[in-house]
């Protein structure tokens, strides 16, 4: 009989079960067997009394981060070229450091430096675009199985509309697509291969139609960005005059929801796409981030979550500068406040336990019983110690406000997947 | 004969002389002779080759960061209560916090704090609000003296529309102001008392008119708040229908750059008022991250620099949260990007080198020849490692790009007000 593994960790627990509401245990217990939450607790149950507590004293146990939105190849600019738009900045900055990646060696030296940085900021499972590079995407798929972090990994197809060096052969692009995904679909529980078009513009009707079978053939997940920016929307119309919104092309090939699908932005999306969404069971990815900077625009969240659409939240680097989705919350909670504002009140600003909700559980969710402290979720959880407000009294609901508005990866003090804590990845690949 | 203080320093010396350029000097020389800057150079003038270098190696030399609107009695409050309007933020949070500082030891935990914070970030000369208790101010005013920041420093005057524990009897608000202009007047060269009413419907007629005559008298600079929120643009306009705007109040009672002038926010400001404020010389003061959390609003910054009013940012504690002007600029830049979308683009979003110059030089320009390196301005100046991007290879604009994107106080080695470098304040008051 295998022997269970049970750990006990006190804290101050807090946690969002709802969107609407914090869960909060003030020096409270969370027990874990096997990796996952038995519950959490304000006493030890008679039953766990002779287990060992991992006492971390005042500070606050919480759900570990889940970044719906980074692209690893981009991770060497951030914070560049954030002076125009969308399309201009792929174009000029964002297609010829991709481009680098046919290159083994330099792409392991970002990925190193990528995989740190997850690391240190907490978001402990991540949906990842690479390149159109079968082998750079291998050896990103292979790192995160060896650091332990979790993640989608796609690698991405592109075969129109782009510079030669990163126009893909179609068939070519799909043979690749394949072969990743024969290679790594179910070898571990933590990261994934997926299907990841770079976005209408620069795929082929045949590629999408490649894509969408691909998916249902191996049921594979599918990732892609929607309804970004002015410029891109004209752009897929003329392209596809026929059809009544954007997601209704991806919807066409396959591609939006026939799997698990994650669309990134959405601050364009039409009522009838976001009722599309809602029926497929779409994710609705928001990057507010990365919105602002390249002056995309705003996404109004809260209508997709009123609606009942799937929300997380992404980094969205190089779009976005910071990998820590504590200043993406933030982000999220300032530009959801001047949507309601523009909106006339029609459409109330996000609230501080949604935002939180969206960063942990509602992304999570895509991941499987993740981003929660309910029996039977994975014990992904990062210990925060507020450090910054050593001096002054505060009660704990004002603590998480602090560690929302003023927090940093500074604060992250042990980060658990699946009940392991994880260490810095030192890699010697 | 006085012998003067000559100091050489070598990096890379960036500033913005104007708001349309970066000056960089790649392995630079800036020269400091008694505190003022003698110029910058590329290689070290024959007069001076005997004068020993500190040498700053591959690392930044910047002018330091001047802002222009915090409230010190709020510092505790940072992050707290960001899910409420400025009128319930004000009585349901910030006022009840704000009356604990008649008690002197509270207020001096409380600056002690923010003064080891201001200095943390960067922020070397600020303008600031105290509460309306005279000795606190006068407190503050000390502590300032004592670590060598620069600031303006304003008791709040506030004598109706307040809670009883916060309303000023109007003959001894003004006779308070005063007392703090009398004995504080002349006595420094870093560190001034301003007039500081709260905001307009906060003070009586008589009150304002007080505190014009004052300003006149001791020809004494006023800072205020402008526009800012939908409810108090209605509040004032109902206590004052017969004025055209905002503006035109404080203008009508001498407090609208009859002296130097500056007013936070000027969200709403119409076309009118932002001519009153280019005609009498009023500085717009933009506070980003306060006006997001707030759910106040957007102000059009590039309107006021493109009429030409002088313009400067702040960190509006605890309306804002971060106190680092690193944070505020890049939200500066975000937020402009979002008003340049929603005007149709008949707005541009700010430049980088805007940003940077209205957080060193704009501002700067309030507290004498301060914020950038050409002769005859003050030394104030940080030395910037940006050890976050270690690993790859970036030329010195990229450098600086990402400093305002991805920069925090962490990346600040050296600070210097006035030519001397600063150490963090002790305090034993």
Redesign the interface.
């Known amino acids: 009989m295998k022997r269970e593994k049970i750990d006990i960790y006190k804290g101050h627990i807090v946690f969002t079960k709802t969107k609407d509401h914090f869960t909060i245990l003030e020096n409270g217990y969370v027990i874990v067997k096997d990796g996952k939450v038995v519950d959490t607790y304000t006493s030890i149950p008679e039953a766990y009394q002779y287990v060992p507590v991992t006492d971390y004293g005042d500070k606050f146990i919480m759900p570990s981060f889940n970044d719906m939105h980074i692209h690893a190849p981009q991770f060497?600019n951030?914070?560049?070229?954030?002076?125009i738009n969308l399309m201009d900045w792929l174009f000029s900055c964002t297609f010829p450091e991709e481009a680098k990646f046919s290159n083994l060696d330099y792409a392991r030296?970002v990925y190193n430096?990528l995989l740190k940085g997850l690391w240190k900021v907490g978001n402990m499972r991540s949906l990842v675009y690479n390149t159109i590079h079968k082998d750079a995407t291998k050896l990103l798929l292979n790192m995160f199985l060896e650091c332990g972090l979790g993640a989608y990994v796609g690698k991405v197809n592109m075969d129109i509309n782009a510079p030669d060096y990163l126009n893909e052969d179609t068939e070519q692009s799909l043979l690749d697509t394949e072969e990743i995904l024969m290679q790594y679909q179910g070898i571990s529980d933590l990261v994934h291969p997926i299907i990841a078009p770079r976005f209408v513009p620069s795929c082929s009707p045949k590629l999408l139609c490649g894509l969408g079978y691909l998916a249902y053939q191996y049921q594979a997940p599918v990732m892609s960005h929607l309804s970004e920016d002015i410029v891109e929307m004209k752009l897929v119309k003329s392209m596809y005059p026929q059809f009544p919104n954007y997601g209704s092309i991806y919807n066409y090939y396959g591609l939006f929801g026939q799997t698990p699908t994650v669309m990134a932005h959405c601050i364009f999306s039409s009522d009838e796409e976001i009722e599309l969404m809602r029926k497929n069971g779409v994710y609705a990815n928001h990057n507010p981030?990365s919105n602002?900077?390249?002056?995309?625009?705003?996404m109004a969240v809260k209508k997709f979550i009123n609606r009942g659409v799937p929300v997380g939240i992404g980094c969205d680097v190089s779009g976005g500068?910071?990998i820590s989705l504590i200043t993406v919350m933030?982000?999220a909670?300032?530009?959801s406040?001047?949507v309601?504002?523009?909106s006339n009140k029609q459409l109330e600003?996000l609230?501080?336990s949604e935002a939180f909700y969206i960063t942990t559980k509602g992304g999570g969710s895509f991941f499987g019983k993740i981003g929660s402290f309910e029996p039977g979720y994975e014990f992904d959880a990062l210990v925060i110690e507020d450090n910054y407000i050593k001096?002054?009294e505060y009660n704990l609901y004002?603590r998480i406000?602090?560690?929302?508005?003023?927090g940093?990866s500074e604060n992250i003090r042990e980060r658990f997947i699946s009940g392991n804590n994880i260490k810095e990845p030192m890699f010697l690949l």
Not at 78 to 83: A, H, I, T, V, Y
Not at 292 to 298: A, D, R
Not at 401 to 406: G, N, R
């Open positions: 060497r951030r914070g560049l070229c954030l002076d030296n430096i981030t602002c900077n390249l002056g995309s625009g705003m500068g910071d933030s982000y909670l300032s530009v406040k001047m309601s504002l523009y600003p609230k501080l001096f002054f004002e406000q602090q560690f929302i508005f003023l940093s």
